[in-house]
Each structure stands twice: as structure tokens, then as C-alpha cells.
């Protein structure tokens, strides 16, 4: 395996560095527990939010923390959640007094570490709420697994939160917000061949050549099927088919935000096939893209394929969408 | 063999069970990219190596500061589930060893049952799940009634070890209903679980010490 790395055990830290480096008026690095905050944080008198999870995902959470988005990204290991005290140290450096929003996405690690971060919090009389985020279709939601992954509604959570935040929105509202965009929001990802964790060099699993992982995680844990390959337009039908079923029939109807997302190694090409094809199906379903996303947010490493997010809007969300956002990897309207 | 175990011996048990896992690095790897994301054996050493640093820092204490110093390392560089369940059951068990100098059968009964109860709280899973909390469950309540019937530290910890090790094998052919693994459903049935082998391994790593 040929690659950027000078030792797998130090990806994280000297990734997270480099962003940091290069970004000095937006991003502020504490190295140990490791955490990345706004470079004017705390904000006083706006609610702060916390994001983090395992790495991997660039540009998924460090990409996203500036003004109009996240105060602070807590990186974990890769494709492991950050610690408590990661956390609890981030919540601690960017807490303004008007409370903290934890965004999390439901994985088992995840969900335990930042609840053990919101105890320790409480405890020193430091107001959080939380966001879970669980928005994959691929995964069954029932009282016999963990529930549904997290997957791409949380870039969407993060960005509409932060311009509520910014406009001075309290951690009451700012919560009952990310809650109904999550709500609002169904992903489904597939996958051409998987990444490779950089601590083994090998593949999360590998495919056929004539193979696609349909429901693929973004740990590159299986989906719901292995599916013979299609061309695009055939696998975005099949994506969006399963994650529009997802739906009531009646929310069918309106402005919807498409989220095209790359998992890691599709190209720009690539997106743009699955986007095209995306908007005039959903258009022929009676949906109109009325927003859209499109590219590398939310990775896998170097798998190869996209994810799909379809999130219903309505005016207050598109308002809030439209709002300024000044981060490395969302820049608009500053 | 010892009927109680000291702060010094619950080090030692630490030591053991940091060198298992490195030992076992590589298996709990393989297990854990069948079921999982592939991490549980990179994580868990890590965690155990930073105990270990941090236990031959200073001098051993009660085994509840031992319990606590363990507990603290391992949720702060640890990470995903593992860092948290099993950082959780040794914070848990510091509190239950409370300032006792040595724990016998029946303290040791104590300090299990807090740390397999913090298990369940955390993770929000119950008996049967196919988790490490089945080992723990398992093993907890065979020290337990070894304990009760009046039996002595090292053999109620043996039964302890055996009851884990049985609850591991016992525990392939089931699904998962709780983490990472419960996403394949059907596809988790015929595979051991990586955080139960890990937890077997510590029930193994008591025993050890308690024979010794």
C-alpha cells in the first residue's frame, strides 16, 4: 500500500496539525485531549456546538468548525469516537454561558462517550443537549440493534444549527432545531470497493469487480445487500428509491436539500453523474432540489462511492441553510 | 495462591492483562473486522499500554486507586465503545473497592457485580445482547456463588474464569442486539464477539493472579 502517511499511528495528529497550520484565522488546535475550536471561541452569549467522532471522514468534523457552523470538533482515532475528556474539554474551551449542543452520531461509542462528557459537564454546572443523529435507511430500526447509523444528515444538522446559533437562537431551540433536521433527513450509501484502514493497510472488505455494497456504513460496515453493479443512473434510482420509501407518502411533496456525498475516492465526475440524474428523478417523484450539496464531505477514507441525502425543507431550514458558514470546508455568504 | 488481593496484586493483574492484549492484539483485530470496524484490538492496547505507563508512574495504592488509575486511562485514551464500558466498570469498581487494603472472595464479589451493573447502565444492554456484558454477567455471578458458598479467593475467581470462557463459546451461535455488530443482524450469528474474548481474557488474568 503506497500512501501520504509517515506512521500509521500518527494520521490523526499530524492531519488534524496541518489544517490547523494552514488555517490559523479560522481553526485553533489543543493537542492533548485533542480537540479544535474556532480561533474566536468562546463566543459569549451564543450557544456552542460540539461535534466529533472517529476519523477518517475528512473533511467531517475539523472541516466544519468556523463561524455559522461548529465552535469545536473533537477528532477520535480512526473510526473511533473521541474520549469523554476530549469532549468535555472541547464543551468546557467554547462553552459562551448560553450551553453547549453535542451532535452526535449513533454509534454505540459515540453515543457512550458524549454521554459520559454531558455527566461530567452537568456535574459542573455546564448546561448541554444533545442531537442524535441517525438518518441511514440501510439499517433497520428496531429494539434488536443499536438503531440507525448516522451518517450524512449530520453535515446538514451542523450547518443549520450553527446559523441558528449565530442568529442567537437559545440551547432549547437550537436542540428542537438539529432534532427536527435530523428527522427530516434519510441517507443511503453504496459502496465500489472499500477503504483501507491506515493501522492494518488492508481493505474494510473487498468486492467483485461486477460487485457494489448496497447500504454501505461509513466504517465500510455491510449494508443491506451485495448487488451486482449498474451504471449510475441505475444504482442514484435504487438509492433514492430506498431512501424516498423511507418516507411517509404524504411528506413527499415540496423543497428538498440533495446531498450528494463522496465517500472518499469518487471523483468530482462522478458526483456529478449521481447529482444529475438525482435531481430529474426526484423531480419526476414531485420533489424539487430546491438546495444541494455536492461532493467529498463526509468520507470513508479511500472507498470508492457516494452516499445520498435527501433532507425536506422548509423555509425556516432553507433560511437557515442560506445563512453565512465560513469553515474550511463549507464557505459561503461571508 | 492468595485469599486476598492487594492494590500491588490488582497492579499485577493490570500488567497480565496488558500483555494478553497485546498478545491478543491481532485476534481481537480479525474478530472485530467480521463483526465490526476492525478496532477493538488496536484500542484496547493502546488503552492498556497507557495503563500500565501510568500504574509504574507511582506507587501502587489500595486496589480501588488502582481500579481508578486504570479506569481514568483507559476512558481518556481509549476511545468507541470499549474505552467507555470498560473504563466505566473499573471507575465503578474503584467505587465498590471503596479504601478496603485487600479484597477476599466476598469484596471481590462486590467489586465485580458495581462493575458488570456500570456495564449494562453504560451501554444500555441486558443478558443475552451477544456483549462483553454477558462475559461479565456470567462471571460475576460465578464469584458470586463461589463467594457465598464460603469459598476462598483463588477458586472463586477460577470459577469465575471458567464461567467466561464457556459464556464466549456459548455466545457464538446467537445475534447481536446491542453495537456495532447488531447492524449485520443475521450475519453476527456464527461469529465470536471481540469485547467478550477481551473480557474473558481479565476474568482469565484474576484467576492467574489469584493462583499465583
Redesign the interface.
Known sequence: MKRLYNRPDAVVDEAVEGLALVHPDLLRLSPDPMYVTRADAPVRGRVALVSGGGSGHEPMHVGFVGPGMLSAACPGAVFTSPTADQVEAAARAVDGGAGVLLIVKNYSGDVMNFEMAAELLAADGIATETVLVADDVAVEDSTYTSGRRGVGATVLVEKICGAAAERGADLAAVAELGRKVAARSRSLGLALSAGTVPATGRPGFVLADDEIEFGVGIHGEPGRERRPMEPADALTDRALAAVLDDFAADELTGDVLLFVNGLGSATPMECAIVARRAVRTLGERGLRVARSLVGQYMTSLDMLGVSLTVLRLDDDLARLWDDPVETVALRWGR | MSEELTGADVAAVFHRYAKTVAELKDLL?ELD?AV????HG??LD?GMRAAVEALDAGTPGTPGAVFNLVGRRL???????????Y??AFLRAAGAAGDATGLDASRMAAVLRQATDGIAA??KCAAGDKTMYDVWSAATEAVESAAAGGTGLAAALSAGAVAAAETVRRMVPWQA????A????E?SVGHRDPGAVSSQALFECLAAQAAA
Open positions: 483485530t473486522t465490526g470496524d476492525g478496532d488496536t484500542n493502546r476512558v481518556s485514551t481509549v476511545g468507541g465503545a470499549s474505552g467507555a464500558l473504563g466505566t453504560r451501554g442486539r446491542r453495537g456495532r447488531s447492524y449485520l443482524g450475519r
